[in-house]
């Protein structure tokens, strides 16, 4: 750990077959523990959003300038997830 940053313990939750996998790469040395293997998956994360922020700021740039309301209305239309029926705020009906 870096001398000066702080590190908070959360609770996620993972599908069991995410799991088992993860524990098979610790059990094989492949990642010191599911911690680590967390903490690497994320800063992936982190950095591959940074990196499509930047893509998508060029190519605004390149094309004219920020979405309107109305463009941006449709790509949130397009990339919404679909909606489920029977649950509502999280649980099932």
Do not use: Y
Request: charged residues 25%; proline residues 2%; hydrophobic residues 45%.
């Amino acid at each position: 750990m870096v001398i000066g940053m702080a590190t908070v313990k959360i609770t996620i939750t993972l599908e069991d077959q995410q799991l088992q996998e993860i524990r098979a790469l610790v059990a094989a040395g492949q990642t010191a523990n599911t911690s680590a293997f967390i903490k690497h998956a994320v800063g992936i994360a982190l950095s591959d959003a940074a990196g499509w922020k930047d893509m998508l700021q060029e190519a605004l740039a390149q094309t004219g300038g920020p979405l309107t309301k109305k463009e941006r209305d449709w790509a949130d239309g397009i990339l919404a997830a679909p909606k489920r029926r029977g649950v509502r705020n999280g649980k099932a009906a």
